[in-house]
T-cell receptor, first 113, second 115 residues
Framework: EAAVTQSPRSKVAVTGGKVTLSCHQT?????MYWYRQDTGHGLRLIHY???????EKGDIPDGYKASRPSQENFSLILELASLSQTAVYFC????????????FGPGTRLLVL | AQKVTQTQTSISVMEKTTVTMDCVYE???????LFWYKQTASGEIVFLIR??????ENATVGHYSLNFQKPKSSIGLIITATQIEDSAVYFC????????????FGKGTQLIIQP
């Protein structure tokens, strides 16, 4: 069954450390996205990608980098984690038809101490 | 700029009744797509239903339907015969255009179904 998976599902990181969140999809979708969710803010777009080896900045890209080494994989990188980056992170994928129905992974709960 | 607003933060209804959740949006585009997603207590986010702006008919999937009022920039989600498992947070979203296939989300409405 087509799916979006994320790893790890939860992580505790130290301030100033490097964190990598991984996403893998078997939907054969071209587009992939990273969102963060904070209480009271809904979902906010961090980075997205239309094709392998290319990424785009979303609405809140500061402090984050993204990498899309293949169609199936999309990573979110926090080079210097900060307390304010404590949140739940969701990956999603969609096809390129233009209607943009997105399918989400289970989320990664990140706690930065 | 695109904007999606859900003014109801929480709604509580009795099981087996009908509930409507409101959503208004702002866009400069003549053609766009509107979505509703459900986030369960476990955190899972599930796509429910989509409305294409060029379609006059309201979309319906199972016991979910939409009340699309284009002149009012409104897209309400209607759930009929609610069940306990419908308790969740519901997000309205709109597809950005202008060259980017992105969604803008509202902040969500928490729905509580009481037995």
């Amino acid at each position: 069954e087509a799916a979006v998976t994320q790893s790890p599902r939860s992580k505790v990181a130290v301030t100033g450390g490097k964190v990598t969140l991984s996403c893998h999809q078997t939907n054969n979708h071209d587009y992939m996205y990273w969102y963060r969710q904070d209480t009271g803010h809904g979902l906010r777009l961090i980075h997205y990608s239309y094709v392998a080896d290319s990424t785009e900045k979303g609405d809140i890209p500061d402090g984050y980098k993204a990498s899309r080494p293949s169609q199936e994989n999309f990573s979110l990188i926090l080079e210097l984690a900060s307390l304010s980056q404590t949140a739940v992170y969701f990956c999603a994928s969609s096809d390129a038809t233009g209607k943009n129905t997105q399918y989400f992974g289970p989320g990664t709960r990140l706690l930065v101490l | 700029a695109q904007k999606v607003t859900q003014t109801q933060t929480s709604i509580s209804v009795m099981e087996k009744t009908t509930v409507t959740m409101d959503c208004v949006y702002e866009t400069q585009d003549s053609s766009y797509f509107l979505f509703w997603y459900k986030q369960t207590a476990s955190g899972e986010i599930v796509f429910l239903i989509r409305q294409d702006s060029y379609k006059k008919e309201n979309a319906t999937v199972g016991h979910y339907s939409l009340n699309f009022q284009k002149p009012k920039s409104s897209i309400g989600l209607i759930i009929t015969a609610t069940q306990i498992e419908d308790s969740a947070v519901y997000f309205c979203a709109m597809r950005n255009t202008g060259g980017a296939d992105r969604l803008t989300f509202g902040k969500g409405t928490q729905l509580i179904i009481q037995p």
